[in-house]
């Protein structure tokens, strides 16, 4: 994934703001590290996606299908 990919957001995800189309364009990659219980921390692919809406929301890559390379 990249910044310019059209995307699509899952139905599994429920977020005020998504449009029903579910569609945007991926902005930028975010740094993100998910702290897990074990003391564990692991780096992890979270996108910004502008949505044809206009709104700009975070969201873990594996939530996100891309519909086409930019």
Avoid: C
């Amino acid at each position: 994934m990249k910044p310019g990919d059209l995307v699509k957001v899952s139905t599994k995800v429920d977020q005020e703001g998504i449009p029903p189309s579910r569609m945007g364009i991926v902005v930028q990659r975010v740094e993100a590290i998910i702290d897990y219980m074990d003391t564990t921390k692991q780096p992890t692919d979270v996108w910004l996606v502008q949505f044809t809406n206009g709104k700009i929301m975070k969201f873990h890559d594996m939530w996100i299908e891309i519909i086409r390379s930019a």
